[in-house]
C-alpha cells in the first residue's frame, strides 16, 4: 500500500468515519452459526480481517469468541482497543495483503467492506475444518451510489457463491441494500467441511 492510500486511511479513522453498527448481515450470519448447534471449543476463535475501529470484533467477543482484529491503520486499531476493554480481542497493527494468516485455526474468518482478491486462498485456509467464512463488500452496481466506482474494487455477480461453491453455504445475499443510503453489496457465510483440502484459486485483488 502505499504512503499517500495509508495517510487518507489514517486521518478517516482519526475523524471517526469508520465507526458505526455491526453490518446487520454480519449479524445475521452470525445467528445462522450460531444456529447450527455443534458442539464449539469453551473458547471459539475467530478473525476480523481489515476490521477498522472493530463493530465487528466487538461483536464477535461479546459471542464468546477471542478475537484476533487486524488492521493496517494505527488509528483505527488504537479506537478499537479503546473501546474493547475487557473484551478477548487481540488488536494488531498489520498490512493485511502481507500479513501471515495462519492455517486451519479460526471457528470464524470475518471480512467485510475490503476485498483483496488474491488473499482468498489464504482466508479459506485459514477457516478451520467446520468453521464459517463471512464475507460482504460492494458489488458491480455500487458505481451509481458512490465509492467505490472501480470495477476491479466491486464483486461481480454470482462471485463470492462461485469462490466458496464447495463449501456449504449458510446464508448469502447480492444486489441493492435497503436503508438511508442506498449501496450495491453482497455478502456470504460459507462453513468449510469438516474434512477438506481447500484448493481454491486467487480471484483477483481488491484493496480496501
Known amino acids: 500500500m502505499n504512503d499517500d492510500r495509508r495517510r487518507e486511511w489514517e486521518e478517516r479513522h482519526r475523524r471517526g468515519t469508520h465507526a458505526g453498527p455491526p453490518s446487520p448481515f454480519i449479524v445475521a450470519a452470525l445467528d445462522a452459526i450460531a444456529r447450527r448447534g455443534q458442539a464449539a471449543p469453551a473458547r471459539r476463535r475467530a478473525l476480523d480481517l481489515a476490521c477498522g475501529s472493530g463493530r465487528h470484533a466487538c461483536v464477535l467477543a461479546s459471542r464468546g469468541y477471542r478475537v484476533v482484529a487486524v488492521d493496517y491503520a494505527y ?9 474493547a476493554r475487557g473484551l478477548a480481542i487481540d488488536g494488531l497493527v498489520a498490512d493485511v495483503t502481507t500479513w501471515p494468516l495462519p492455517s486451519a485455526r ?13 488473499l482468498l486462498p489464504a482466508l479459506r485456509a485459514a477457516v478451520a ?6 464475507m460482504e463488500t460492494f458489488m458491480v452496481g455500487q458505481e451509481r451510489h458512490g465509492h467505490p466506482r472501480n470495477p476491479l474494487y466491486l464483486l ?5 457463491l462461485a469462490a466458496c461453491g464447495d463449501w456449504t ?12 443510503v442506498p449501496a450495491c453489496r453482497a455478502g456470504i457465510a460459507a462453513a468449510r467441511p469438516a474434512a477438506l483440502v481447500d484448493s481454491a484459486e486467487p480471484f483477483g485483488s481488491y484493496p480496501a
Not at 479460526?106 to 488474491?118: G, K, Q, S, T
Not at 475444518?129 to 463471512?134: F, I, K, Y
Not at 461481480?156 to 463470492?160: D, T
Open 75 to 83: 488509528a483505527a486499531v488504537a479506537a478499537l482497543r479503546a473501546r
Open 129 to 134: 475444518p467446520g468453521g464459517v467464512l463471512v
Open 106 to 118: 479460526f471457528d470464524v474468518v470475518v471480512v467485510v467492506d475490503f476485498l483483496e482478491r488474491a
Open 169 to 180: 453455504v449458510l446464508l448469502a445475499h447480492e444486489g441493492e441494500t435497503p436503508g438511508a
Open 156 to 160: 461481480r455477480p454470482g462471485e463470492l
